[in-house]
């Protein structure tokens, strides 16, 4: 069975038909991207696979289990976890504690606990500073642990999005636009970083991307997105040179 | 490494802490204070009470609320009700009355964090400053609040002479505070803060941490209430009117949105300052706005942060500590 299954999935704001009729189905493991030009609805269908939309029309499952319906923060125990295209940080915190967020539902203890630093306090913090360095780490950021969220420079703070998204331990990553506003090298080395992701915690990862050398470079399976509809999916080689989205699309 | 740092800090506050306390204690016992500032023991605590407990919300959560004095009120009228109705001595009724007052507050901060999890912003601020008055108006009609007249006779047991009691129960309420922001309760509430729509989306329970805030704020707004009842001898629902919500919120502004330190320190300031003045008379009220507007643009302007990383201060702060 594969790890999500999309199917007929639409959505309508008043009388604009936003995302219509679209499916998808990732395998377990899978690198996929959706890409499609500015306003097809790429970040909409994102938003209705985390719960942020409730869909029209269409059902989603994750593992068998139906996500449509589940608020935001279901569907990210789920096992969903996603990135934004605007980037959305706990500005005012601490790095670390941006990821300590995400650790919360893995890491337990009682509110009595928390006001008095008792109890299991101790230990489940400990705990939780190991593995947000950890993840930390992963993206090269152990020594920004300290700072402020909003006074990361751009990049790097595209990549806390990543790694506080991981922090969730997600089954199925969404990402949208990981490269955005980065340079040919932080894009480079981006490709790597969500590689070498997808084979370290073992999960699926759905990407929208607009740089192509990216999506090339990492992605196994595409999906083309234009007007709300689904254009063609396929391995990129194949896609990349369907005519059809050569004109809708890429251009030239 | 961090924690040995975190305990440093800690034995420094606890230091501070003994120190404050001590050198109020001898002042009371050695009867060096005059009757004005004996008299502003009592209510300084309370302010910072209320003012560290009204950051959990304003500055922590974020949500401008301005009915802080609603939970005082239901927090002192219950707990005057419980001693007045137990015949018990202090060190067992006045916890009871504690606990009480705190609690029930509590149960109006699960009622007020309905509306909470609905709006933001200016109509949060205003349907919190309704509710505030709602509560007023509610024990200005009921019967066991003695209406309009107000309970009186309310044993002392919160007043100066009860001081150690009362300054163990600030102690508690700012590390209570401080501790909750730094745990994961702390930390999901300031994240949904700073971007909701991604706390939802690492799986943080936006409403259950709303609500959170408010009925642990409530609770500690409570026990302030119980304190000054029980300072004061009696209660009148006037006492608790959005003035003195507002009050509370203009010393939170005051000593910074989400810094506890800084709460503490306006509350100090903010109670004594109008007693100060006292003897300007008429030019009281005009004195205080003046130095409020003053103190507020000093803390906004870069002449604070020039002269905390000042070589002058740096080396003041140095010297200091090597003595
Ligand atoms: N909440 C909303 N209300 C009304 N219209 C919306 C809403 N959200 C998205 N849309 C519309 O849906 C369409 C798809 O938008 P979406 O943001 O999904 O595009 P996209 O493919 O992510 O584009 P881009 O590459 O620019 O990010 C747009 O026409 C947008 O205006
Ligand atoms: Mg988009």
């Known amino acids: ?252 | 490494m961090k924690n040995k740092q975190i305990d440093k800090q800690l034995i420094k506050n606890l230091a501070i802490i003994v120190i404050v306390f001590a050198a109020i204690e001898f002042l009371l016992y050695g009867d060096l204070l005059t009757r004005q500032f004996r008299s502003l023991l009592i209510p300084v605590c309370i302010n910072v009470i209320l003012a560290v407990s009204l950051n959990l919300t304003t500055g922590f959560l974020g949500e401008l609320t301005l009915g802080h004095a609603g939970f005082m009120s239901v927090g002192a009228y219950t707990g005057a009700l419980v001693t007045m109705n137990l015949n018990l001595p202090m060190i067992i009724e006045f916890p009871i009355a504690l606990i009480a007052g705190g609690l029930v507050a509590s149960l109006f901060g699960v009622i007020i964090g309905v509306p909470v999890l609905r709006l933001r912003g200016d109509y949060l601020a205003i349907v919190t400053l309704a509710f505030g008055e709602i509560i007023k108006s509610i024990i200005n009609s009921l019967k066991i609040t003695n209406g309009a007249m107000g309970l009186s006779n309310i044993e002392l047991h919160g007043n100066y002479k009860n001081f150690g009691y009362v300054f163990f129960l600030t102690v508690i309420t700012i590390f209570a505070i401080k501790n909750m922001v730094n745990s994961r309760q702390g930390r999901a509430v300031c994240s949904i803060r700073d971007n909701y729509i991604a706390a939802e989306a690492v799986g943080i329970n936006v409403s259950k941490f709303k609500v959170m805030a408010f009925v642990v704020a409530a609770f500690f707004a409570g026990i302030a209430g119980v304190i000054y009842g029980h300072n004061v001898g009696t209660l009148k629902p006037t006492t608790f009117d959005y003035n003195k919500s507002i009050e509370i919120l203009v010393i939170v502004v005051l000593g910074g949105m989400g810094s506890i330190k800084g709460s503490v320190i306006a509350a100090i300031i903010l109670t004594i300052l109008p007693e100060m003045l006292r003897s300007a008379d008429e030019f009281r009220m005009f004195l205080y706005a003046v130095v409020l507007i003053a103190m507020m643009i000093f803390n906004s302007s870069q002449i604070k942060q020039r002269i905390l990383s000042s070589d002058i201060f740096l080396k003041l702060k140095k010297t200091k500590k090597e003595a």
């Not at chain 1, 069975?1 to 493991?29: P, W």
């Not at chain 1, 589940?70 to 295209?85: D, L």
């Not at chain 1, 939780?128 to 420079?153: C, H, T």
Request: proline share 4%.
């Open chain 1, 1 to 252: 069975m594969a790890l999500l299954e999309v199917k007929n999935l639409g959505i309508s704001f008043g009388g604009l038909r936003a995302v219509d009729d679209f499916n998808i189905t990732i395998e377990k493991g899978c690198l996929y991207g959706l890409i499609g030009p500015n306003g097809a609805g790429k970040t909409t269908v994102f938003n209705m696979l985390t719960g942020v939309y409730l869909p029209t029309d269409g059902s989603i499952l994750l593992d068998g289990t139906n996500l449509v319906g589940k608020n935001p923060a279901q569907i990210c125990q789920s096992g969903v976890a996603r990135t934004f295209q605007n980037i959305r940080l706990f500005g005012k915190m601490t790095v670390l504690d941006n990821v300590k967020v995400a650790l919360h539902n893995e890491y337990n203890y009682s509110l009595a606990s928390g006001l008095l630093h008792l109890g299991k306090y101790k230990k489940t913090e400990a705990a939780m500073d190991q593995r947000a360095l950890e993840i930390l780490d992963v993206f090269g950021m152990k020594e920004y642990a300290g700072l402020l969220a909003s006074n990361l420079p751009y990049g790097e703070q595209r990549k806390l999005e990543i790694a506080r998204a991981l922090a969730t331990n997600p089954k199925l990553l969404l990402l949208d636009e990981p490269a955005a506003g980065m340079n040919p090298n932080e894009t480079a080395e981006l490709m790597d970083t969500i590689r070498f992701i997808r084979n370290k915690f073992e999960i699926t990862i759905l990407l929208i991307e607009h740089d192509m050398k990216l999506v090339t470079g990492i992605c196994e399976k595409l999906t083309v997105l234009n007007f709300g509809t689904e254009l063609t999916t396929g391995t990129p080689e194949v896609v990349l040179n369907d005519p059809e989205v050569i004109t809708a699309y890429l251009g030239e």
